[in-house]
C-alpha cells in the first residue's frame, strides 16, 4: 500500500519540494546583507575562509553571482587586532559560473588558523545596488533580529 | 480435579465465544503486526539501503521523480543532461564512481536501462555486494560486451520467462502502445542473480545500443559518435567515503553547485526518501489506528463474554467455594481464562500477521522488485504477547473481582 501510494504522491512532494530552507547549506553561517536582498554564508576552516553569496529570504539555497573579481574585508578579531583580508574568486564551475562573475569567494591566510570569532566589514555591488558588506562570525549578521531565523550552519 | 482442568473445562464449555474471541484478537493483532512489519521495511529498503548509490545526477524536475524513476524503475526521468556535463561532474575529486545510464525503453512491461557496462562488473547495489552472474547464487551467462546483447534483472526474466539466447526487441517508451524497435533484436546474455532490489526488475543493455536502434531520429545517432551532442539521462555516482564509512559531507557542496546549473541537479537518495515517509507517514497511522481500535474491540468483546459466562457459571463457582475453594482460585481461575484467551490471540495473530506479509511479499516482489520477508521481526513483534498479556488481565479483572465477591449462601440456594 505505501509502494501504491508512493507514485500517487509524487505530484505533492515535487510542490513541496519548491519550499526552500532558510538554512547554510555549506554548514556555515549567514549573514544578511541589506535589506535581506542577500546573504552570505561563511565557513572557515583552518587556513581558508569560503564565503558564498546566495538568495535574500529563504531562498539561500540559489547562488547570487557577484561581478568582482575581489572583495577587499577589514576584520576585527578580539585580542587579536585589526587585519585585512581580500576574497578572491573561485568560480563553481558545475554551476556554470565564470571568473569575474560567481558566487563563491575564498580567501587564505595563515593567521585565520584557531580564528573562532570575529566581525568584518567590506562592500559588494548585488543586483545593481552597493550594499555594506558585514559579517558576524559565529553569531551571523541579522539586523532585523527575526524570530525563528536560523543563520547557523548544518 | 486441578486449577488448569477447570480453567481448560471452562473454556471448552464456552468454546464458540471464546473461538470467535480468540480470532478477533487475532485479526487485530495481526494488521497492527502486518502494517508495523510492512512499514519497517518499506523504510528500510527505501530509505536506509540507498541501493548502492550516494547521489543521482539528473535533469531539473522532481528530485522524488528522478529517484523513483533511477532506482525504483517507476515513473518516467524529467529529461536529458548533457554527456559534456557529466563528464565535468565525473572528474570531480570527491567523485569515485559515476555510471551513466539512458531510460525510455521498455519490454514486456520491464523498463530497458541503457547503461555503462560496469554497473554490471563493478557497481555495489549493498555494501560489498556486486551482481552476480554465477549459477549457484541464482544468475546465468555474462554482461554484456556487445552493442546487441543484453542482460535481464532477475524478477525480470522469471516473469517474462526469458532464456539465454532469448531475442527481444525493445519498445521506444514505457507506456502500452509505444512503437517497438521491431528491426533491431537483442539477445539476452546474462540474467543476474537476484539481489531482493529493483535493481532485479529491469533489463540491461550498453549505453551506446540507446543512439544506435534504429528507430531513433539521426540527431540520437549521432549522439553514439559525438561526444559533444550526447545526451543521457543520469548517472549514479558515489563519492569518498570519511572514517566509518560515512557519505563525505563535500556532497553537500558538491550538490549545491550542480543545483545552481540551468539543466542539472544532484539528488541524494536518502535525502529525498525519508521527505516522502514524512507524506505518507498518515498511512501508516490511519492503519495502525485500525488496528488497535480492532484489537481493544477484541479485548471489550472478551470482557462481556466473560461476564456473561460468569453469570451462567454463579452457582458453579459457588459450589466450588462450598467445596474448598478460596476466593482467590475462583478470581484466578476467571482471570487465566481471560489471559489464555488472550494470549492464543496473540499467537495466532503473530502467525497470521507474518502469513499476510509472506503473501504480500510476493505480490510486492512482481510489482516492484522488493523484497519483503515474512521472518521479518519488527519491534511490534516483540511487544504483542505482553501486549495481549495485559489486555487479557484487564480484561479479565472485573469478571475476576465479581467472582471473588460472589456469595456462596446467595448463589447456592434454590432457584425455584
Known amino acids: 500500500m505505501l509502494i501504491v501510494t508512493t507514485w500517487g504522491l509524487v505530484g505533492e512532494l515535487g510542490v513541496a519540494e519548491e519550499h526552500h530552507g532558510h538554512k547554510a547549506h555549506h554548514g556555515g553561517i549567514l549573514n544578511v546583507i541589506g535589506k535581506e536582498l542577500a546573504h552570505v554564508e561563511v565557513l572557515i576552516q583552518e587556513d581558508t575562509l569560503e564565503a558564498w553569496f546566495v538568495g535574500g529570504g529563504q531562498d539561500t539555497g540559489r547562488s547570487v553571482q557577484i561581478k568582482a573579481a575581489k572583495i577587499p574585508l577589514t576584520i576585527n578579531i578580539p585580542s587579536r587586532g585589526q587585519k585585512n583580508l581580500v576574497l578572491k574568486v573561485d568560480p563553481l564551475k558545475l554551476a556554470g559560473e565564470k571568473m569575474g562573475y560567481c558566487s563563491h569567494f575564498v580567501a587564505r591566510a595563515d593567521w585565520l588558523n584557531g580564528v573562532k570569532e570575529f566581525e568584518a566589514k567590506g562592500s559588494v555591488v548585488i543586483k545593481g545596488v552597493k550594499e555594506k558588506l558585514i559579517i558576524q562570525y559565529p553569531a551571523g549578521y541579522d539586523p532585523l533580529h527575526r524570530h525563528g531565523h536560523e543563520h547557523h550552519g548544518k | ?416
Open chain 2, 1 to 416: 480435579m486441578n486449577f488448569w482442568r477447570i480453567v481448560l473445562r471452562s473454556l471448552k464449555h464456552h468454546r464458540f465465544s471464546s473461538i470467535l474471541t480468540v480470532i478477533s484478537i487475532a485479526l487485530g493483532i495481526a494488521l497492527l503486526v502486518a502494517v508495523h512489519s510492512f512499514k519497517e521495511q518499506t523504510h528500510n529498503t527505501f530509505t536506509q539501503v540507498g541501493l548502492g548509490v550516494d547521489a543521482i545526477l539528473g535533469p531539473k524536475g522532481s528530485p522524488l521523480q528522478i529517484v523513483l524513476n533511477a532506482l525504483y524503475h517507476l515513473e518516467e526521468m524529467p529529461g536529458k543532461i548533457k554527456w559534456t556535463y557529466f563528464k565535468e561532474v565525473e572528474k570531480h575529486p570527491l567523485v569515485v564512481r559515476a555510471i551513466p545510464f539512458a531510460v525510455g525503453h521498455s519490454y514486456g512491461g520491464f523498463r530497458v536501462n541503457a547503461i555503462d557496462r560496469r554497473f554490471l562488473t563493478e557497481f555495489e547495489y549493498l555494501p560489498g555486494k556486486s551482481f552476480s552472474f554465477s549459477e549457484k547464487d541464482g544468475g546465468q551467462g555474462r554482461a554484456f560486451s556487445s552493442p546487441t546483447e543484453a542482460v535481464a534483472g532477475w524478477a525480470a526474466a522469471k516473469a517474462l520467462h526469458l532464456q539465454l539466447g532469448s531475442e527481444f526487441s525493445p519498445v521506444c517508451g514505457v507506456r502500452e502502445g509505444d512503437p517497438i524497435h521491431e528491426t533491431d533484436k537483442l539477445k539476452f546474455v546474462g540474467i543476474l542473480a537476484p539481489t531482493g532490489t529493483p535493481h532485479d526488475r529491469a533489463i540491461y543493455i550498453p549505453l551506446e545500443t540507446f543512439y544506435l536502434l534504429s528507430g531513433h531520429p539521426q540527431e540520437t545517432r549521432i549522439m553514439a559518435v559525438m561526444e559533444e551532442h550526447r545526451e543521457i539521462s543520469g548517472a549514479y555516482i558515489k563519492v569518498k567515503r570519511i572514517r566509518g564509512g560515512a557519505i563525505h559531507p563535500g556532497i553537500q557542496d558538491l550538490k549545491f553547485a550542480i543545483n545552481q546549473s540551468d539543466r542539472n541537479q544532484l539528488v541524494v537518495p536518502n535525502e529525498v526518501m525519508p521527505r516522502l515517509f514524512n507524506i505518507i507517514g498518515w498511512v501508516d497511522r490511519v492503519l495502525i489506528a485500525i488496528a488497535a481500535i480492532l484489537t481493544v474491540l477484541s479485548a471489550l468483546f472478551l470482557f462481556f463474554s466473560l461476564l456473561s459466562a460468569l453469570r451462567e457459571r454463579r452457582r458453579d463457582l459457588a459450589l466450588f467455594r462450598a467445596l474448598g475453594a478460596t476466593r482467590r482460585t475462583v478470581m484466578g481461575l476467571v482471570i487465566f481464562e481471560a489471559l489464555i484467551i488472550s494470549l492464543l490471540g496473540g499467537i495466532l495473530g503473530l502467525l497470521l500477521g507474518h502469513g499476510l506479509i509472506g503473501a504480500g511479499a510476493h505480490f510486492v516482489k512482481v510489482e516492484t522488485g522488493v523484497a519483503f520477508t515474512a521472518s521479518y521481526l519488527s519491534g511490534t513483534d516483540w511487544l504483542v504477547l505482553p501486549g495481549t498479556a495485559i489486555l487479557g488481565l484487564l480484561a479479565g479483572l472485573l469478571p475476576g473481582i465479581q467472582a471473588y465477591r460472589l456469595g456462596v449462601l446467595k448463589n447456592l440456594s434454590p432457584i425455584s
